[in-house]
Nanobody, 116 residues
Framework: QVQLVESGGESVQAGGSLRISCAAS?????MGWFRQAPGKEREFVLAISGRDAPSAKGRFTISRDNAKNTVYLQMNSLEPEDTAVYYC?????????????????WGQGTQVTVSS
């Protein structure tokens, strides 16, 4: 079993930046972020394995510190549309996808609110 604890979610102004973190209770092969906005389905954001370098998609960058079993999500130029609960997820599957079913462990979520 793996416990995931997110932190860093807060309210920010549009255009601002925020970094959220997720600490795992042990090393897990892959860690990732999903988000769920009000009234919408949970969607994949980014993921990273224990062997990957940091990667970016648009305004967001994921990185991890294997020594701390921690994954980070750096979010820049935030927009009101980024408002959501951000969930940390983890899996020991080597071949994982963006499908929720591939992710075995979930955090409780951290709220990110972007105001215009």
């Amino acid at each position: 079993q793996v416990q995931l604890v997110e932190s860093g979610g807060e309210s920010v102004q549009a255009g601002g930046s925020l970094r959220i973190s997720c600490a795992a209770s042990r090393f897990v092969y892959a860690m990732g972020w999903f988000r769920q906005a009000p009234g919408k389905e949970r969607e994949f954001v980014l993921a990273i394995s224990g062997r990957d370098a940091p990667s970016a998609k648009g305004r967001f960058t994921i990185s991890r510190d294997n020594a701390k079993n921690t994954v980070y999500l750096q979010m820049n130029s935030l927009e009101p549309e980024d408002t959501a609960v951000y969930y940390c997820a983890a899996t020991d599957k080597v071949f994982f996808s963006t499908n929720l079913g591939d992710w075995h462990y979930w955090g409780q979520g951290t709220q990110v609110t972007v105001s215009s």
